[in-house]
T-cell receptor, first 116, second 109 residues
Framework: GAVVSQHPSRVICKSGTSVKIECRSL??????MFWYRQFPKQSLMLMAT?????????EQGVEKDKFLINHASLTLSTLTVTSAHPEDSSFYIC????????????FGQGTRLTVV | GQNIDQPTEMTATEGAIVQINCTYQ??????LFWYQQHAGEAPTFLSY??LDGLEEKGRFSSFLSRSKGYSYLLLKELQMKDSASYLC??????????WGAGTKLIIKP
């Protein structure tokens, strides 16, 4: 199957700093990428949908100025958590849908963010 | 509103069979997905159903009834490594995935 690589897998940062998470599609072109966060023992919560070359569409309640998403190429999307707070600590997961319209979304490995 | 229901937790014995049910109420339907998620890891795709009936893939099978808004994931010959959460997700009329909370499956020897 298609491979999506997410980096870093774990990151610890201080309150007030920014953290960038990368999501790359390694063997296909991803016109659409999705960013999720997941709290312990809960399901995935969609944060935003990003389409290559255009602004991301954020879900209700997600602060677009805090969670900056850039999808500058067909193989890379980035999520930057700005001015991180401890409550931003979570598991962040990206997924990508290929340009052939295949229905499965392929997931990155996830990033465990801890803000101290 | 949109809703996906699945049991919170199930327990089964190694070598046995287990069925995980999922019922959904969504605005439109463009397919139902099952994913497996081990603790601390991202979900991995298991199956996709868009038409009624049973899809078999090795030890795993997935069934869909669109008229009943119902699906199940059937796991046969359970192995300890099958201990994980199983997520049901439905793609709605906007082609957006609506996720269930997941079913934690515990396999006992």
């Amino acid at each position: 199957g298609a491979v999506v690589s997410q980096h870093p897998s774990r990151v610890i940062c201080k309150s007030g700093t920014s953290v960038k998470i990368e999501c790359r599609s390694l063997d296909f072109q991803a016109t659409t990428m999705f960013w999720y966060r997941q709290f312990p023992k809960q399901s995935l919560m969609l944060m935003a949908t990003s389409n290559e070359g255009s602004k991301a569409t954020y879900e209700q309640g997600v602060e677009k100025d805090k969670f900056l998403i850039n999808h500058a190429s067909l193989t890379l999307s980035t999520l930057t958590v700005t001015s991180a707070h401890p409550e931003d600590s979570s598991f962040y997961i990206c997924s990508a849908k290929n340009s052939k319209g295949e229905t499965e979304a392929f997931f990155g490995q996830g990033t465990r963010l801890t803000v101290v | 509103g949109q809703n996906i229901d699945q049991p919170t937790e199930m327990t089964a014995t190694e070598g046995a069979i287990v069925q995980i049910n999922c019922t959904y109420q969504t605005s439109g339907f463009n397919g139902l997905f099952w994913y497996q998620q081990h603790a601390g890891e991202a979900p991995t795709f298991l199956s996709y159903n868009v038409l009624d009936g049973l899809e078999e893939k090795g030890r795993f099978s997935s069934f869909l009834s669109r008229s009943k808004g119902y699906s199940y994931l059937l796991l046969k010959e359970l192995q300890m490594k099958d201990s994980a959460s199983y997520l049901c997700a439905v793609k709605d009329s906007n082609y957006q995935l609506i996720w269930g909370a997941g079913t934690k499956l515990i396999i006992k020897p």
